[in-house]
């Protein structure tokens, strides 16, 4: 039997708590040795009769760990007897990685309210078991003077609980106290210092006011105000029609929404991300948000938890405070450089954010946003040996890394279209980079020729002799989903297809590298390009370029001029690009039924026909398909002709009858649509004999759509999938551009 030997532990294990667990371990045990970080490994010392019995019980782990391997090998230098310790930490092999940032633990709660507790209200308290992690990391191995946390040094009484073996702050690299850690204060808009006493009850006097104010967290500012104030704040930050994300009180959530047992663990789960629930009342909180559906989620930090016993008010909305697809807003200066006449107060800390993180966003357990607690994501997955990098595509974009058998994928990056995305980009490829000590052999990117990321992706492999792999943006959805043969179906907004149209409704066939598109939703002109997903009107006379649809424009204000460029445009098909996305379709339908006839934000006019659509009752209509160049393809001018011809009956319906009877049309349209697309991926699984059905894209998110899908596939007797793990929409997009490049590598010379 065993007594002594060199442990190495590869995986998630710093930043976990890992190295007090083993000590724990070994003085329990009798084991006599030493514990110390190498990069991101772990190696473990060690000696004595209970030596087995020490190795089972460190290969299970702590509660945030997750461990990939553990090596015994024979010791390299003698171990002696007589106690056990933890070591300096010392580079090596960069196997592994840190964990997401997680939300502060029940155990830490409860000091920040006992009141014999040294960390009562205390704003930064945390442990080994919960608290910020990636967001304060400058390098690997994870101490405390690579984080922003070293500007911090401890006090007396946290250095005696950091080398306490019984305490659950054993080296808690984050440990800190009102004496020694970050500070908070509150500043006015001129950087003025407002003397309050207890900056986080005066924040919460403040907002019960009426106030404004903007808020430092663990990885960004927040803008938080009460109910009472949405609407000023969405006048002053531009965004009147925007939902906006609320932090609720835990006694009133189920006041406020429908809350299921699974939404129910998320919202209480280490990660806290937002989860997007049904309202009780539709109509309710329309403020806040005019959708059906409100994005809330629980305090994660002892500041919030501070913040809402403070408060009058049982809900806050807490809104990312930065322009949509922009990175967040982390320091002080940009913060109050950006925000001037947004907000009327800041409270802020002394915490440097080396990384930013923005909120993870879920809803009916699919990742809409991946981000804060979820990522950075680390995925076992073997795609050789190869290290690849997915840059993503141009919206909702985020990078993927692989290297040695692991997949990670960044946070939540933004939309890469404009030059401060881009460097955020960029400064994630080098930060996580680093941390995983990646050198690139392959670099993926979005088969659009003009996205800035795709030009990124060419400068890159230029600089680092990488091969370039360009991945078609909807058979990186599917290869997101299962590497497995498969027909995929792939329902988003937009997508740089095969022939340079715009897809976004499309099915394939096959396996990961031989995706082939067999089947479609029906093309149609999209007229002045991005003018018409802003004014889906313009998508509306495209499907529809009739007499009748020319009047219910002019009636909704479209003068003479406007309908004769519109119309010769649709007609000469000029500055008009062909598309098959089903974004655009919804966006129609939106505009149609008098929905939405501007979008304001990204999605807005099809999540818009959603809330209608929930609470009318949807009917079967008849479907037309036809085929084109070996694709079946679905007639959703056929779709838009039912539905306007159901909505000119609604014309002579007395106003509350016509509102449902609008809702109804909505569902009905959702519901059709839904079950067209499941007869083409139906009639494609039977015609190959493929039994296995794989669903992703923006469109995955409408609840209606998809458990349409799912219940006609199932219905077919065909096996249905969809990636829980990783969003379906376009943050999934670089992880699959990277499974794609690996079965690239791994295709035989001369394959097809």
């Known amino acids: 039997m065993r007594c002594s030997g060199r442990i190495i532990v590869r995986g998630v294990v710093q ?7 083993v000590y724990a371990a070994a003085q329990d045990l009798g084991i006599s040795g030493r514990v110390t970080n ?67 633990c029940d155990e830490c709660v409860n000091d920040l309210f006992q009141p014999e507790s040294r960390y009562r209200n205390y704003w930064a308290t945390s442990c080994v078991n919960c608290g910020p ?87 960004g500012f927040h803008i938080a105000c009460t109910e009472e104030s949405a609407d000023d704040l969405k006048r002053r930050l531009g965004r009147t029609e925007q939902p906006l994300a609320v932090m609720v009180h835990p006694d009133v959530i189920d006041t406020i929404a429908v809350v299921t047992d699974e939404e129910r663990q998320a919202l209480e789960s280490r990660v806290c991300p937002i989860v997007v629930l049904e309202k009780q009342d539709h109509l309710a909180h329309m403020a806040i948000s005019n959708l059906h559906t409100i994005g809330c989620m629980l305090p994660y930090t002892g500041l919030h938890h501070l913040l809402f016993h403070h408060l009058r008010e049982p809900l806050l909305v807490m809104t990312s405070a930065n322009i949509p697809g922009y990175p967040m807003i982390t320091d002080i200066d940009h913060a109050m450089a950006h925000l001037n006449g947004c907000v009327d107060y800041f409270l802020t800390h002394d915490r440097v954010i080396v990384n930013r993180i923005d909120d993870s966003v879920i809803r009916d357990g699919y990742i809409i946003r991946l981000s804060r607690g979820l990522s950075p ?8 040996s190869a290290c690849i990098l997915g840059v993503g595509p141009e919206r909702n974009s985020n990078i993927t890394i692989y290297r040695d058998g692991f997949c990670i994928t960044s946070p939540h990056i933004g939309n890469v279209r404009n030059p401060a995305t881009l460097a955020y980009l960029e400064e994630t490829v080098e930060k996580i980079g680093s941390l995983i000590g990646a050198g ?17 992706a060419a400068s890159l492999a230029d600089e680092c002799g990488a091969a370039l792999v360009e991945v078609q943006h909807h058979r990186a959805h599917i290869a997101a989903t299962t590497q497995d043969e498969c027909i995929g179906i792939a329902i988003d907004g937009i997508g740089y297809g095969d022939d340079g149209a715009v897809w976004g409704g499309e099915v394939f066939a096959g396996e990961t590298t031989d995706l082939r598109r067999v089947a479609r939703l029906e093309y149609h002109l999209m007229p002045g390009g991005d003018l018409a997903t802003e004014f889906p009107e313009r998508m509306l006379y495209a499907i529809l370029p009739t007499e009748g649809v020319r009047e219910l424009l002019a009636s909704r204000g479209w003068g003479d001029t406007e309908l004769g460029v519109l119309e010769r445009q649709v007609e000469r098909r000029f500055n008009a690009a062909w598309t098959s996305s089903t974004g655009r379709v919804l966006d129609a339908a939106s505009a149609m039924l008098g929905i939405c006839g501007r979008r304001t934000y990204d999605g807005e006019p099809a999540m818009r026909l ?128 990277c499974i794609y490049a690996g079965a690239m590598c791994h295709r035989p010379a001369g394959g097809d």
Request: charged share 25%; glycine share 10%; proline share 5%.
């Open 133 to 219: 992690r990636y967001s304060i990391i400058r390098t690997l191995p994870y101490d405390r003077e690579r984080t922003s946390m070293d500007l911090f040094p401890m006090c007396a009484e946290c250095r005696s609980e950091y080398t306490d073996p019984g305490c659950r702050r054993h080296h808690a690299q984050t440990i800190a106290c009102a004496s020694c850690g970050p500070g908070l204060q509150i500043l006015d808009p001129h950087g003025n210092a407002v003397e309050c006493g207890d900056p986080i009850r005066g924040t919460a006097e403040l907002l019960d006011h009426g106030a404004i104010i903007a808020i430092r967290g663990t990885g």
């Open 38 to 104: 190498l990069g991101s490994e772990v190696e473990i010392y060690a000696y004595g009769d209970n030596f087995e019995a020490f190795l089972e019980r460190v290969s299970h782990g702590t509660p945030l760990s997750e461990i990939d391997s553990i090596e015994v090998l024979d010791a390299q230098e003698r171990v002696a007897r007589g106690g056990f310790t933890i070591a300096e930490s010392a580079d090596g092999s960069l196997t592994g990685f840190i964990p997401a940032d997680v939300a502060i």
């Open 377 to 384: 994501r680390r995925v076992p997955i073997d795609l050789g």
């Open 610 to 737: 959603e809330a209608r659509a929930a609470s009318g009752r949807a009917v079967p209509w008849d479907l037309e398909f036809t085929r084109d160049g070996g694709c079946e393809v679905l007639s959703t001018r056929a779709l838009c002709r039912e539905a306007l011809r159901r909505y000119e009956g609604v014309q002579v319906l007395h106003p509350d009858e016509a509102y449902h009877a609008i809702n109804s049309i909505a569902a009905s349209f959702q519901y059709n649509l839904a079950r067209g697309v499941s007869a083409l991926a139906i009639h494609a699984a039977e015609d190959r004999g493929i039994p296995r059905v794989a669903l992703s894209g923006g469109v995955v998110y409408n609840h209606a759509i998809r458990e349409t899908i799912r219940d006609e596939i199932m219905k077919a007797g065909l096996e249905f999938v969809i990636n829980r793990a990783c969003p379906p929409g376009d943050g999934g997009i670089s992880y699959g551009q």
């Open 15 to 21: 930043g976990v708590g890992f190295r007090p667990f």
């Open 440 to 456: 690139y052999d392959v670099i993926a990117h979005d088969a659009h020729p003009r996205f800035l990321s795709t030009r990124y």
